[in-house]
């Protein structure tokens, strides 16, 4: 007769060590992600929270800026406005100057004149 092949004896138990040692280290693995997603994720919010706040600083200074801008307008505007006014009361200080020269000069040739 010819002889039989030999079997090859598995050991529940050992079948089973392997898969709890499997399974062990895909849960760790497991883990491991989900700490790292964890992490990957508070970085992404703190960046975001960042950003956010840049957003706002960079509103904040535009805004300054044109109320600085305005208030600058505002501030040459009226000195402007000042300088304005002070030119008109000078022109007419000088056209009375001129009208006074005029008329002396006016009344000075009519006196040689006569």
Do not use: M
């Amino acid at each position: 007769a010819a002889p039989k092949p030999a079997l090859t004896i598995v050991n529940p138990e050992v079948e089973i060590d392997n898969l709890k040692q499997h399974i062990a280290k895909l849960q760790a693995d497991f883990d491991k992600e989900v700490v790292t997603n964890n992490a990957l994720h508070a970085e992404l919010r703190t960046a975001n929270d960042c950003i956010e706040s840049l957003r706002r600083d960079v509103n904040t200074l535009k805004l300054n800026a044109d109320i600085v801008e305005n208030l600058a307008f505002e501030e040459v505007a009226g000195k402007t406005i000042g300088h304005d006014v002070e030119a008109r009361k000078l022109n007419e200080e000088l056209a009375r100057l001129v009208d006074k020269r005029n008329n002396l000069t006016r009344g000075g040739r009519q006196k040689k004149n006569h």
